[in-house]
Nanobody, 124 residues
Framework: QVQLVESGGGLVQAGGSLRLSCAAS????????MGWFRQTPGKERDIVAA????????YYADSVKGRFTITRDNAKNTVYLQMNSLRPEDAAVYYC?????????????????WGQGTQVTVSS
C-alpha cells in the first residue's frame, strides 16, 4: 500500500507559478512510476505529466508542454510538479498517482494509488 499526500495547491493569478508536491509513504518509492493528473467538474480526469523511476524519462500533455515540469526526489519519496505561466484553463483538482513498475506510465488504469487531490485556482 502506498499513501500519497499532495500539497502546494492554491490561488494564483494568470501567468503565475505554483509547485505541487506529493509525498509517498512507501520507502520503495523508486519502484513506482509517478504521474500527475487533473480534473475539473463534469470532466474526465486527464494525465498532465508522468515520470519514470529514475526521473530520466518524462511525459507531458500537449497543453502543458514547455510550462510544467515534473521531477522526483527518490531520497525524499517525493514527486513535484512545477507549474509556470499558469492559465485559467489550468484550474483543476490535481492528483498525484503511483503505478507499479519502473518505466514511465501514461495509462491511467495502471495507476493503483492516488492522493486526495489539491485544488489549483487560476484567476484571470
Amino acid at each position: 500500500q502506498v499513501q500519497l499526500v499532495e500539497s502546494g495547491g492554491g490561488l494564483v493569478q494568470a501567468g503565475g507559478s505554483l509547485r505541487l508536491s506529493c509525498a509517498a509513504s512507501r520507502p520503495t518509492f523508486n519502484s513506482y512510476a509517478m504521474g500527475w493528473f487533473r480534473q475539473t467538474p463534469g470532466k474526465e480526469r486527464d494525465i498532465v505529466a508522468a515520470i519514470g523511476w529514475s526521473g530520466g524519462t518524462t511525459y507531458y500533455a500537449d497543453s502543458v508542454k514547455g510550462r510544467f515540469t515534473i521531477t522526483r526526489d527518490n531520497a525524499k519519496n517525493t514527486v513535484y510538479l512545477q507549474m509556470n505561466s499558469l492559465r485559467p484553463e489550468d484550474a483543476a483538482v490535481y492528483y498525484c498517482a503511483a503505478a507499479p513498475g519502473v518505466g514511465i506510465e501514461v495509462r491511467q488504469y495502471r495507476y493503483n494509488y492516488w492522493g486526495q487531490g489539491t485544488q489549483v485556482t487560476v484567476s484571470s
